[in-house]
């Protein structure tokens, strides 16, 4: 579990189900991503993240908010599933549900997430991509520190040609880079 002043980024448990699911299979959420999720792959995701905790130990953890909601969606580090020229790599990210945007908790997160990573993982680089019209996350990517890899955009292999979110943009942040702008 990590605590950061307005959230906990915990392990998945079973009631955490239908919440995700919920923003998973809710289309505003997910304009950013092929589809909405059903349930089935919904908590598909979930198990998946589960067997990456045990294995790498972290995982897109369930984000909770104490006091406003048990949870507001998912974020954490993951090892990219796919080739392409910069992995294999570990990402930072986030999915949150939409009464939860604007009020700085992906970058809180993310910024607790790369901690986590760099100090107890002893990662040396962490990555961040999305597509260009999701400026929100690509934002998120700059306040937390990570720069743009102009020669790192990729059209992303799962999606096909012509697909509107293939081209993707990508963030890096090496341990060096991130432990320099650490308060003292």
Same mark, same amino acid.
């Given at each position: 579990m990590i605590k950061t002043e307005r959230l906990i980024l915990r392990?998945?448990? $079973?009631?955490?189900? =239908? #919440? *995700?699911?919920?923003?998973?299979?809710?289309?505003?959420?997910?304009?950013?991503?092929?589809?909405p999720m059903t349930r089935e792959e919904s908590d598909a995701f979930i198990e998946r993240n589960r067997a990456r905790q045990?294995?790498?130990?972290?995982?897109?953890?369930?984000?909770?908010? $104490?006091?406003?909601? =048990? #949870? *507001?969606?998912?974020?954490?580090?993951?090892?990219?599933?796919?080739?392409?020229?910069?992995?294999?790599?570990?990402?930072?990210g986030w999915r949150l549900a939409p009464p939860s945007w604007g009020k700085g908790y992906a970058s809180e997160g993310a910024r607790a997430a790369l901690k986590f990573g760099f100090e107890q993982k002893g990662l040396d680089e962490i990555v961040s991509m999305t597509v260009l019209?999701?400026?929100?996350s690509w934002r998120v990517m700059e306040r937390i520190g990570m720069t743009r890899d102009l020669a790192g955009d990729f059209d992303h292999p799962r999606l096909p040609e012509g697909h509107r979110l293939r081209r993707h943009i990508l963030y890096r942040l090496k341990r060096g880079d991130w432990q320099r702008h650490q308060p003292t």
């Open positions: 392990a998945w448990r $079973p009631d955490d189900l =239908p #919440l *995700i699911a919920a923003i998973n299979g809710d289309p505003v959420a997910m304009r950013h991503f092929p589809a045990a294995e790498d130990g972290f995982c897109m953890w369930a984000v909770e908010a $104490p006091g406003v909601a =048990p #949870l *507001i969606g998912v974020l954490g580090l993951a090892r990219t599933n796919f080739e392409t020229h910069f992995t294999p790599c570990v990402e930072v019209a999701n400026e929100p």
